[in-house]
T-cell receptor
């Protein structure tokens, strides 16, 4: 079955520390991969996406993610977090043959310690 | 418009009442999605509209839920005889015909008392 797993429900990091949020997927087709961020009371905003090509993709707000096909992973990273990064992060997977449907992870809530 | 607009932003209703939630997608976007996000949960797909095609209603949790999209633009999600378990944030997103990137509104927070 198609699924997306974000194993960490919450992650707490200190401001200025590095961050890695995990995303693993199970998908039969070549995946399209996304990371979205949801700030409190807001809708979801696209951080970055992977469709093809270079497996290391850069996004907004200093985030990057690396697609590792052998590990079925698409982990999100940031070298130094800021207090404004506190939010919930969602990984999603789609495919060309799915036409439109995205499979969503349950989200990881990022908490920033001052 | 500049982005996806949803109204109202908050809705409090009594159990058993009907509610209508509105979504105004980005101009020119032919695809429109409704999701439900319960507290601490991920996104639950409800329904998908694409142009003039028949909508994909496979995610609607019961026949109390329905949605329509008029003129290929604005969409209304209707929940009849609301129940307490319907309390959630309802998110709308839109995308272009060939796009896989979904643009989200800020959502409607529905509270059923």
């Amino acid at each position: 079955a198609q699924s997306v797993t974000q194993p960490d429900i919450h992650i707490t990091v200190s401001e200025g520390a590095s961050l890695e949020l995990r995303c693993n997927y199970s998908y039969g087709a070549t995946p399209y991969l996304f990371w979205y961020v949801q700030s409190p009371g807001q809708g979801l905003q696209l951080l970055l996406k992977y469709f093809s090509g270079d497996t290391l993709v850069q996004g907004i707000k200093g985030f990057e993610a690396e697609f590792k096909r052998s590990q079925s992973s698409f982990n999100l990273r940031k070298p130094s977090v800021h207090w404004s990064d506190a939010a919930e992060y969602f990984c999603a997977v789609g495919a060309r043959d799915s036409n439109y449907q995205l499979i969503w992870g349950a989200g990881t809530k990022l908490i920033i310690k001052p | 418009g500049a982005g996806v607009s949803q109204s109202p932003s908050n809705k409090v209703t009594e159990k058993g009442k009907d509610v209508e939630l509105r979504c105004d997608p980005i101009s020119g976007h032919t695809a429109l999605y409704w999701y439900r996000q319960s507290l601490g949960q991920g996104l639950e797909f409800l329904i998908y509209f694409q142009g003039n095609s028949a909508p994909d209603k496979s995610g609607l949790p019961s026949d109390r839920f329905s949605a329509e999209r008029t003129g290929g633009s604005v969409s209304t999600l209707t929940i009849q005889r609301t129940q307490q378990e319907d309390s959630a944030v309802y998110l709308c997103a839109s995308s272009t015909l060939q796009g896989y990137i979904q643009y989200f509104g800020a959502g409607t927070r529905l509270s059923v008392l």
